[in-house]
């Protein structure tokens, strides 16, 4: 295991148990509201802690991007290395003890991601890939389905829930794919979507106006999985659109066609 994806794993799994720990304590945890819909939560900042302290013991000179403490100024010039963290994906999920969260945490080397983990620690299961070396669940390899035809296909998305600019687009691309597919599913941590497109327990995956931090770790394991991964006209500009479709190759096209008659204008640039 490549050296930088192994301190990745380390405090991957030492959020993850932090994150369990108070699982059982919800009623007396601090909570704050960020905005509409969007809540903090002392978890969301002591995982985030633990997941930096881990990576400057071993790696002080490397820039951070994390979601709760935003950039970390690096002492030295500019890194070569940003780390990009999402100590808790799924927090709304985590405060309502619904099962299905994660930790995602990603690492760019010269603007190029090429290491990713996502850890859920209710399942224990470990999802992680280095570019150019597959993807693997725990210790085994996996890889993306094979499913060809949309209307065959187990899709998963996340709604819009505090910026509705696009609500009605993201509607009508939610319609067209219920009423075309096996089902959709929202399950509500965007990392798990991507590890899940990479297993094959869906077979594509579809969301607008995501952050860097919820989707970079699961884009490198999806890819690395066999996947296709863009925004939403095709292009590799999804970490800074925050707008990401994937899919399996061979549904790929299919699911592209959808978003794009749905999509508006602007987003058609
Ligand atoms: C959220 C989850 C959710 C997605 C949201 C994200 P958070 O992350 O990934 O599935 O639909 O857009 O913001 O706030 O729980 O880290
Ligand atoms: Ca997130
Ligand atoms: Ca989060």
Redesign the pocket.
Known sequence: MHPLLNIASIAARQAGSKILHHLENIDRLNIEHKGKN?YVSEVDKEAEEIIIQTIKKYYPDHAILA?ESGKTVVKSKKSDYEWII?P??????FLHQFPQ?SVSIAVKEKGRLMHGVIFDPVRDEMFSATRGSGAKLNNYRIRTSEQKTLNNALLAT??P?HDFSYLDSYLNSLKSFMQSTAGVRR?????L?LAYVACGRVDGFW?F???P??IAAGALIAQEAGALVTDFMGSEHYLESGNILVANPKLYKEMAQTISKTIPEELRK
Not at 88 to 93: E, K, R
């Open positions: 969007d979601e999402d808790l994906d799924g927090t709304t999920n969260f996340g709604f829930y399950a509500g941590s965007a990392a979507d969301e106006n995501l952050k931090w919820d």
